[in-house]
C-alpha cells in the first residue's frame, strides 16, 4: 500500500512545500507591510487622498522599512522554533505525561519507536471526552504525539497501538513539519490582516459618520481596500489549505498497518474515532493536524482530510483490512 502511493515523492513534496513557505512567507509579509504603507501615506491625506501617489511614497519608503520587516519575520521564525509546541499545546489544553503517569500508553508508544529506530517523541494528553490524536514538532526531536483522554477510555490496546503508529507516521513523512508551518503562517497572516481591515473599516465608518460632506465617497474607497486586503487573507489561507494533500492521511494509516501488521485494529479505530472527534475549544487551523476532523467547508472543497469512509475503504482494498461486525453500541457508524 506504501508504494503504490509513493512515498518517496510524498516525502519529497512534504520538504519542498514546507522550504517554499518558509521562503515565500517573508515575501507575503513584505507585501502587507507595502499595503499598510500606502494605505498609512494615503490615510494621512484625508479627503484629498491619491492612491497612486501614495503607492508610489510607499516604494519609496519599502528600502528603509525592509531590513526591520525582514529583522521581524528571523524574530518570529526564532520564536516559532522555540515555542510552537507550547503554542499548540495552550491552543487544545494539551498536557505532557510520562512513563510513570500513563505506563501502558507510554510503553506502545516505545515499543512502536523501537521497532522503526526511532527517537521517542513526548507524549501528551487532552483531558477531553472526544476521540482523537495528533503528531507535532518541527523534527523528529522536538516531536511529539498527542491523544486525548476519550481515545485511551474508548479503545482497545490494539486500535489505541494503530492510533499511535498513524501519528509516528505522520513524523516520519514530515507531515507534521509541512502543517507546523502552515499553521504558523496562516495564524500570524490571518491576525495581520484582521487588525489591518478592523483599524480600516473602524475608521472608514467614523469619517463617513463623522466627516465633512463629500468625505463619504473616500470612507468608501477605504472600506473597499479593506475588503480586498480581507478577500487576499481568506485566499492566502485557502492557498495554503491547498498544500496539505489530504494523501497524508491514506500514507498515516497505510504506516500503522505497516508498523502493526493489523489493518483491521486501524479500521474499528477510526470508526470509532469518526463517531466523536469534536475536541472543544481547538483551532480550525490545529484542527488540520487532528486524526480526523469532519468540518468540510464549503461542499468539503476546504476540507483537510478525506472522508472517513474512503479511508475505511483504502484499508480495506489495499491492506486487506475488514470492518468489524456491528454490535449494539459498540463501534459507531461512520
Known amino acids: ?108 508508544l516505545e515499543n512502536l519507536c523501537i521497532s522503526r529506530g526511532l527517537t521517542m517523541p513526548a507524549l501528551r494528553i487532552i483531558e477531553t471526552p472526544a476521540l482523537n490524536a495528533y503528531a507535532s514538532g518541527l523534527t523528529e526531536k522536538q516531536a511529539a504525539v498527542t491523544v486525548t483522554r476519550g481515545l485511551m477510555e474508548k479503545l482497545d490496546r490494539d486500535e489505541l497501538e494503530a492510533v499511535l503508529a498513524h501519528e509516528l507516521t505522520h513524523i516520519i ?25 478592523r483599524g480600516l473599516l473602524h475608521g472608514s465608518l467614523g469619517r463617513a459618520g463623522g466627516g465633512r460632506r463629500g468625505s463619504g465617497g473616500n ?45 483491521d485494529a486501524m479500521i474499528s479505530a477510526l470508526m470509532k474515532v469518526s463517531g466523536n472527534p469534536d475536541v472543544e475549544g481547538a483551532p480550525a487551523e490545529v484542527r488540520q493536524m487532528f486524526l480526523h476532523d469532519r468540518s468540510s467547508g464549503f461542499a468539503g472543497m476546504f476540507a483537510t482530510h478525506p472522508p472517513m469512509d474512503k479511508r475505511i475503504a483504502a484499508l480495506e482494498r489495499y491492506a486487506g483490512g475488514n470492518r468489524p461486525t456491528p454490535r449494539a453500541g459498540a463501534v459507531p457508524a461512520v
Not at 174 to 193: C, P
Open 1 to 108: 500500500m506504501l508504494a503504490a502511493t509513493g512515498l518517496r515523492s510524498h516525502i519529497w513534496n512534504n520538504n519542498l512545500k514546507s522550504i517554499l513557505l518558509l521562503a515565500g512567507f517573508p515575501v507575503l509579509i513584505l507585501g502587507l507591510v507595502y499595503a499598510m504603507t500606502a494605505l498609512f501615506f494615503a490615510w494621512g491625506e484625508g479627503e484629498q487622498a491619491d492612491f497612486g501617489r501614495a503607492a508610489g511614497e510607499a516604494a519609496y519608503a519599502m528600502p528603509m522599512v525592509t531590513p526591520w520587516v525582514l529583522l521581524g519575520v528571523a524574530i518570529w521564525f526564532g520564536i516559532a522554533w522555540l515555542s510552537h509546541q507550547a503554542i499548540i499545546d495552550a491552543s487544545t489544553g494539551a498536557k505532557k505525561v510520562s512513563r510513570n503517569d500513563e505506563p501502558e500508553l507510554y510503553n506502545l
Open 173 to 197: 513523512n514530515r507531515d507534521v513539519r509541512l502543517l507546523v508551518i502552515s499553521i504558523i503562517f496562516v495564524g500570524i497572516i490571518s491576525f495581520t490582516v484582521e487588525i489591518m481591515v
Open 219 to 263: 470612507a468608501g474607497v477605504f472600506i473597499l481596500v479593506a475588503m480586498a486586503m480581507a478577500a487576499i487573507a481568506w485566499l492566502l489561507a485557502m492557498v495554503i489549505r491547498f498544500t496539505l494533500s489530504r494523501k497524508r492521511e491514506y500514507m498515516a494509516d497505510a504506516g500503522a498497518v505497516e508498523l502493526t501488521k493489523n489493518p
